[in-house]
């Protein structure tokens, strides 16, 4: 008898009598009971779970030992249902079986195995990244805030342009700052004629942005030298824009943000990139008045250093910032990249049962609503909480799906899922 997984022999929810079946047909097995196993052939027929993969094949060496005519018919039962394991039978197969002239045929076919009827060719499989740390309030707080808020526009984009303009616009800069991190807080002290710093600015725009559904950190740009010094840093804030599929630069201060020659927003990697190369300045766009070229210059200057919320990186980092205070991070990286993570993907699981096998699907978009899935006749919106689609097709063949994850301003990239039906 082949060694074999228990739980085939003692799964939940077999019934009694099959169990004894197989316990019987085992120890029959096991002590080379040849003439007593065969006789339980018709009722280990209809153990159509195993009888393919052990069953026969076990009747075929019990019969080539009583020296049987029907010892290799067994076996190829067993190969036409699926039996693609002669391994399991440590040698025994070939040693009584080997000689009969079908054997050649019989061994090519065990060794293909029979094709799946369900096999997954390709779906969407996120690189890793850190845990996202958003600068985001508790849920009673961003309800404070959203009564203050302009209303969001249809797109992410222009909710967060919206948002960086009106945050500009709501105070003139000084040199003053909170002790509590709180939008609300902030826009009360603001309200009542105080005025603070590009801290300040970047707190309330990253609170903002994701109170309405757009994932947003702070970041701290730092000059060269930022060790010793005044003035060697500058707060602004980071966003995941939907429409744009890509992280970007805000900066609540200027209210403006930082783009290419062909107007694309940018991100913080993508500049600091940038100014590694000592590549020329890109543009920083304002939204109300134009920066004067010599401004521009001056922002440009910080980004040498940065660190986001959570993270801080670089070849080399200084924790020290102007021989005042420590720069705090919860982690220092080598390779910024994990701290940015394409919220467009999509990673996908398994579950289900054997008759209805799912897709499990997954985001790390912390504002997603929901998956779409389509093509193949079918359009299926599925909640983020369930996040189950059950994998089927009306015909054999190959089959191809899109799967992308839905939030309040849209349905992002379509990522495809393509599998075989047997």
Not at 162 to 175: D, E, K, P
Request: net charge negative; hydrophobic share 40%.
């Amino acid at each position: 008898m082949p060694p074999t997984d228990e739980t085939a022999f003692r799964q939940t929810g077999t019934p009694r009598s099959l169990a004894d079946l197989r316990l019987r047909a085992e120890e029959l097995a096991r002590r080379s009971k040849d003439a007593d196993l065969l006789d339980l052939v018709d009722e280990l027929r209809e153990d159509v779970a195993l009888w393919p993969h052990l069953w026969a094949p076990t009747c075929a060496l019990a019969a080539a030992r009583m020296g049987r005519d029907d010892a290799f018919g067994f076996l190829e039962e067993a190969v036409t249902g699926g039996f693609a394991q002669p391994e399991l039978f440590q040698g025994r197969l070939e040693d009584l079986l080997g000689q009969h002239p079908g054997w050649a045929e019989l061994q090519r076919a065990m060794a293909s195995g029979p094709p799946p009827s369900l096999e997954l060719l390709d779906w969407p499989a996120p690189t890793s990244h850190h845990p996202l740390h958003l600068d985001a309030l508790t849920e009673e707080r961003e309800n404070l805030l959203r009564v203050e808020l302009p209303r969001a526009a249809p797109t992410s984009w222009e909710t967060a342009t919206t948002l960086l303009r009106w945050v500009h616009r709501r105070w003139a800069h000084a040199n003053d700052h909170v002790d509590d991190p709180d939008a609300v807080e902030v826009l009360r002290r603001v309200d009542a004629g105080e005025r603070f710093a590009c801290v300040e600015y970047s707190i309330v725009l990253s609170q903002s942005l994701n109170a309405l559904g757009i994932p947003a950190r702070r970041v701290q740009l730092l000059q060269r030298n930022h060790h010793v010094g005044v003035g060697r840093a500058h707060v602004v804030s980071e966003a995941w824009v939907d429409d744009l599929s890509a992280w970007v630069l805000l900066d609540g201060q200027n209210g403006a943000y930082w783009a290419d020659d062909n107007g694309r927003p940018l991100g913080l990697l993508e500049l600091q990139q940038l100014f590694a190369a000592g590549a020329p300045r890109p543009s920083l766009v304002a939204l109300d008045e134009e920066l004067p070229a010599a401004d521009a210059d001056t922002w440009w200057t910080y980004f040498a250093g940065a660190k986001t919320t959570g993270y801080a990186w670089g070849t080399s980092f200084s924790p020290v910032f102007q021989n005042m205070a420590v720069i705090t991070a919860d982690r220092l990286l080598h390779d910024p990249r994990g701290a940015y993570p394409d919220l467009d993907t999509i990673a996908v699981g398994l579950g289900g049962e054997l008759e209805h096998p799912m897709l499990r699907l997954a985001t790390t978009h912390p504002y997603a609503i929901a998956f779409l899935v389509t093509g193949e006749g079918v359009e299926e919106r599925i909640a983020v909480e369930t996040g189950a689609w059950e994998i089927r097709a009306s015909t054999p063949g190959v089959h191809t799906v899109d799967v992308a994850v839905v939030t309040p301003f849209g349905t992002g990239r379509r990522h495809p899922v393509r599998y075989s039906v047997g």
